[in-house]
């Protein structure tokens, strides 16, 4: 579990991780290959030719035997220094055995040389040989870089040169293979906003375009049924607003006013129903563009005929210099505020706006809604049994039509208790 969390989530990622894994893994035996085994093997053989050559200088002085060597020509040809301490100038030290190359020449040393001898490093970047003889000491100084190769830098630092291009080139190949199964993600997350998807393109490799024009398919034919159902429910609530007017004149001949208040009452609110059906059928064709700033947009609907009369008061938490979609914006807090004002006798919109978000709570003192219902009264046509209009006129579009008008852009509507007694409407839209 704790390494599924360190994995990558995205595709990018982990089509990343699949193809650089088997890249980095290579590097790094390739690397193991070469200190364990190559550069070791070479060590080797340079610390023989070194032990070789400090035997064939070594051996006279072991054995008694003449010398018959030029000192100059040894260091001309070997660049090998020697010289013979007396015992009474020898200065006592200690091998200094730290590296691989070291070890490998002291290795090779014990194997040509009987005689005790310590290693060590001078300042000056030179290996000192001391060898004891029977009363003396045989000193030769040589350069370290007779017993180790210099490249090894060389190589790790084009290991990692190549390991990084090969890293660049998959990572750019693998972008850009991502890109159109990203831009379908995106544009499928639009369409099932509401919004329209104009610029989608179909690219990529075979299967991302296959998948993008099925994409395109479906969005044809859910376009196709939506604006069906769109056209079917305006077409039907527009034809009935003929006979409405018609019955509202018939009933201004009536002498019985009892009779004729509850007839045009009955009129009234079936000519609201269809107000709101309309509304309801135009969310995808009335989005315009223009902006206004929220608070300015919320004080004009406040001081709005319709409005005016009732107790809404405007509480501002925080203020930003903020502009919204006009039409979606008034149109959602009208909807609110046309339900709050059926049910309850005071409102308060708490205004909290940030540069990141623009957040309005509607709180009111009426009789809310139960927990079990909050989540289905934003479904189309849905009415609560013991509902909030339970004697006033409800078609069951008020909160439908408001979400589906936020999510146009990409706001949020949620249902919670208020502290005034009633219900608490909150709406969030991302700046």
Same mark, same amino acid.
């Given at each position: 579990?704790?390494?599924?969390?360190?994995?990558?989530?995205?595709?990018?990622?982990?089509?990343?991780?699949? !193809? @650089?894994?088997?890249?980095?893994?290579?590097? $790094?035996? =390739? &690397?193991?290959? +070469?200190?364990?085994?190559?550069?070791? %093997?070479?060590?080797?053989?340079?610390?023989?030719?070194?032990?070789?050559?400090?035997?064939?200088?070594?051996?006279?002085?072991?054995?008694?035997?003449?010398?018959?060597?030029?000192?100059?020509?040894?260091?001309?040809?070997?660049?090998?220094?020697?010289?013979?301490?007396?015992?009474?100038?020898?200065?006592?030290?200690?091998?200094?055995?730290?590296?691989?190359?070291?070890?490998?020449?002291?290795?090779?040393?014990?194997?040509?040389?009987?005689?005790?001898?310590?290693?060590?490093?001078?300042?000056?970047?030179?290996?000192? !040989? @001391?060898?004891?003889?029977?009363?003396?000491? $045989?000193? =030769? &100084?040589?350069? +370290?870089?007779?017993?180790?190769?210099? %490249?090894?830098?060389?190589?790790?630092?084009?290991?990692?040169?190549?390991?990084?291009?090969?890293?660049?080139?998959?990572?750019?190949?693998?972008?850009?293979?991502?890109?159109?199964?990203?831009?379908?993600?995106?544009?499928?997350?639009?369409?099932?906003?509401?919004?329209?998807?104009?610029?989608?393109?179909?690219?990529?490799?075979?299967?991302?375009?296959?998948?993008?024009?099925?994409?395109?398919?479906?969005?044809?034919?859910?376009?196709?049924?939506?604006?069906?159902?769109?056209?079917?429910?305006?077409?039907?609530?527009?034809? @009935?607003?003929?006979?409405?007017?018609?019955?509202?004149? =018939? &009933?201004?001949?009536?002498?019985?006013?009892?009779?004729?208040?509850?007839?045009?009452?009955?009129?009234?609110?079936?000519?609201?129903?269809?107000?709101?059906?309309?509304?309801?059928?135009?969310?995808?064709?009335?989005?315009?563009?223009?902006?206004?700033?929220?608070?300015?947009?919320?004080?004009?609907?406040?001081?709005?005929?319709?409005?005016?009369?009732?107790?809404?008061?405007?509480?501002?938490?925080?203020?930003?210099?903020?502009?919204?979609?006009?039409?979606?914006?008034?149109?959602?807090?009208?909807?609110?505020?046309?339900?709050?004002?059926?049910?309850?006798?005071?409102?308060?919109?708490?205004?909290?706006?940030?540069?990141?978000?623009?957040?309005?709570?509607?709180?009111?003192?009426?009789?809310?809604?139960?927990?079990?219902?909050?989540?289905?009264?934003?479904?189309?046509?849905?009415?609560?049994?013991?509902?909030?209009?339970?004697?006033?006129?409800?078609?069951?579009?008020?909160?439908?039509?408001?979400?589906?008008?936020?999510?146009?852009?990409?706001?949020?509507?949620?249902?919670?208790?208020?502290?005034?007694?009633?219900?608490?409407?909150?709406?969030?839209?991302?700046?």
């Amino acid at each position: 579990m704790l390494l599924k969390k360190l994995l990558p989530t995205s595709l990018l990622g982990r089509t990343a991780l699949i !193809v @650089l894994f088997p890249i980095v893994m290579f590097q $790094l035996i =390739i &690397l193991s290959y +070469y200190y364990n085994s190559l550069w070791e %093997r070479t060590l080797n053989r340079l610390s023989r030719s070194v032990a070789m050559e400090i035997q064939l200088i070594a051996e006279p002085f072991i054995f008694k035997e003449e010398v018959k060597f030029d000192i100059e020509r040894i260091e001309e040809i070997f660049l090998i220094k020697y010289q013979i301490i007396k015992e009474s100038n020898y200065i006592e030290t200690k091998s200094d055995i730290n590296n691989l190359a070291f070890k490998s020449f002291d290795k090779e040393l014990k194997v040509r040389i009987k005689n005790p001898f310590t290693l060590t490093k001078d300042d000056e970047d030179n290996v000192k !040989v @001391l060898i004891k003889l029977k009363n003396e000491y $045989l000193e =030769i &100084l040589l350069p +370290y870089s007779r017993i180790t190769t210099s %490249r090894n830098h060389i190589v790790f630092g084009w290991q990692i040169i190549s390991s990084f291009i090969l890293v660049l080139i998959a990572y750019l190949f693998l972008k850009n293979q991502v890109k159109p199964i990203t831009n379908l993600a995106k544009a499928a997350e639009q369409f099932g906003k509401g919004q329209e998807v104009n610029d989608f393109k179909i690219s990529g490799a075979l299967e991302v375009r296959q998948a993008g024009q099925e994409f395109l398919k479906m969005k044809e034919r859910i376009s196709k049924q939506i604006e069906q159902r769109s056209l079917m429910l305006a077409g039907v609530s527009h034809d @009935l607003k003929t006979p409405l007017t018609r019955m509202k004149l =018939i &009933l201004e001949s009536l002498k019985e006013q009892n009779i004729k208040d509850n007839l045009n009452e009955e009129v009234d609110q079936m000519n609201d129903m269809l107000v709101e059906y309309l509304d309801f059928a135009a969310i995808n064709e009335s989005e315009n563009r223009s902006i206004v700033n929220p608070i300015e947009a919320l004080k004009k609907i406040q001081n709005d005929i319709h409005f005016k009369g009732h107790n809404i008061k405007i509480v501002i938490a925080n203020d930003s210099s903020i502009e919204i979609n006009e039409n979606i914006f008034v149109r959602s807090i009208t909807n609110i505020l046309n339900n709050a004002i059926r049910v309850s006798t005071e409102i308060q919109v708490v205004v909290d706006i940030t540069n990141e978000l623009i957040k309005f709570s509607i709180h009111d003192n009426g009789p809310g809604i139960p927990d079990h219902e909050k989540a289905n009264v934003f479904k189309p046509f849905y009415r609560i049994d013991k509902s909030r209009n339970q004697n006033t006129f409800n078609s069951g579009l008020g909160l439908a039509t408001t979400k589906a008008l936020l999510s146009t852009i990409n706001g949020k509507i949620s249902l919670h208790d208020s502290y005034m007694g009633g219900l608490e409407v909150i709406i969030e839209i991302p700046n």
